[in-house]
């Protein structure tokens, strides 16, 4: 009996370092969504020149690129975030994934996305957001920025309480669940920002970029600080043992190569 239950206790002990590696996965996954996937794609659809992709921007020359045109591009990394961030986490849902490590990843990795992308439009006012690119010098310009603010406010508390329900098989019934749900979203939040931002540092320097990068990854995904506070009393339906990351070495070297990828290379920029 006292082996059984200590391998139940193990069984819901998260492995930190492997929800360091998922953590630093997906985020590297949403920038290269945003800036590479979502910018640079429409960007060469639209026969732009691309000057360089960093975690943080992407540059390209404007000639000969007409102002629909690049309002287009400035929406694509948000509409890239949305759709990932959708799809993972229909993946998650409609899929039978037994394992917990691409379980916790899917999650992660949707509501990053769609944190990012909403993020975005919430700022439409900020001179320095995407969609205030997308709506500056549009007929009824306020009016635009005003709406785009709203569906942003909508859509990333519409994300916040999806989040706070399909949480639940991660943390369990018989654990101290705002503490695991704290360990689960505060975590990665605090992790993948600063990784984000050290990236930038080390690329590029202290810039500009810099204090983007840092809204972009600390403020786009803020709600993800209050998840841990939303977690209530569990539910009939909550599963008795949570969905607990494991130790994983294939986690682990996937990680490792990520975040080398992410401070040395990424944050200076794919192409020059």
């Known amino acids: 009996m006292a082996t059984m239950q200590s391998e139940i206790k193990a069984n819901k002990k998260i492995s930190v370092i492997i929800l360091t590696s998922i953590t630093i996965i997906a985020y590297l996954l949403a920038q290269i969504i945003h800036e590479g996937v979502g910018h640079g794609g429409l960007a060469l659809l639209l026969g ?4 360089q992709v960093t975690n943080t921007n992407l540059q390209y020359d ?14 694509g990394g948000t509409l890239a975030n949305v759709i990932v961030g959708v799809l993972a986490l229909w993946y998650l849902r409609s899929m039978s994934i037994k394992s917990a490590n691409p379980r916790f990843f899917l999650w992660l990795l949707g509501h990053i996305n769609l944190f990012k992308g909403f993020g975005y439009l919430l700022i439409t006012f900020a001179p320095i957001g995407d969609w205030h690119d997308v709506a500056d010098g549009l007929p009824s310009q306020t009016i635009w920025m005003a709406g785009l603010t709203l569906l942003g406010a909508v859509t990333s508390l519409g994300t916040f309480f999806y989040a706070t329900q399909t949480l639940d098989e991660f943390i369990g019934k018989d654990t101290d669940r705002r503490k695991r749900a704290f360990t689960l979203t505060l975590f990665p939040y605090l992790l993948g920002g600063t990784v984000n931002v050290l990236a930038t540092v080390i690329g ?3 810039t500009v970029y810099t204090f983007t990068g840092a809204l972009a990854t600390f403020g786009g995904t803020f709600l993800m600080v209050w998840l841990g506070f939303a977690v209530g009393r569990s539910k009939p339906n909550t599963p008795l043992e949570p969905v607990t990351p494991f130790y994983d070495t294939g986690w682990l070297i996937t990680g490792v190569i990520a975040v080398i990828f992410y401070l040395f290379w990424f944050g200076s920029g794919l192409l020059q």
Request: glycine share 10%.
């Open 48 to 51: 732009a020149k691309i000057n």
């Open 204 to 206: 590029l320097g202290v």
């Open 62 to 75: 404007p000639i000969g690129v007409s102002i629909l045109a690049s309002r287009v591009i400035a929406s």
